[in-house]
């Protein structure tokens, strides 16, 4: 069985950072990509970034590029998501989620999913 969890979640500040971690156990996921997922209350679910298993390719939202780096130990089964100078607008649940294709934005490429952990930016 294939479990994604997610950590690192918190009430910050504006400005300051956080990193997520998503540990997956129940498979090998050195050919997977890995994608981070955000909604806010209210909102869709949006794309925030993805890595692929070759050469580590990597794709950001507009919103988060310069801001947040995505990155994966594959001996660890694990990837991160480092969050730096975080809005008020980055309020969101944040999940990360596997696709077995070569890098994606898209959610309905995603076949596995973490719960989501709560990222709360407030001043």
């Known amino acids: 069985q294939v479990q994604l969890a997610e950590s690192g979640g918190g009430l910050v500040q504006p400005g300051e950072s956080l990193r997520l971690v998503c540990t997956v156990s129940g498979r090998a996921f050195d050919r997977d990509t890995m994608g981070w997922f955000r909604q806010a209350p209210g909102k869709n679910r949006e794309f925030v970034a993805a890595?692929?298993?070759?050469?580590?390719?990597?794709t950001y939202a507009d919103s988060v590029s310069g801001r947040f780096t995505i990155s994966r130990d594959n001996a660890k089964n694990t990837t991160y998501l480092q969050m730096n100078r975080l809005q008020i607008e980055d309020t969101a649940v944040y999940s990360c989620a596997i696709a077995e294709i070569f890098i994606t934005r898209s959610a309905n490429d995603y076949r596995y999913w973490g719960q989501g952990t709560q990222v709360t930016v407030s001043s």
């Open positions: 890595i692929s298993w070759l050469e580590s390719v990597t």
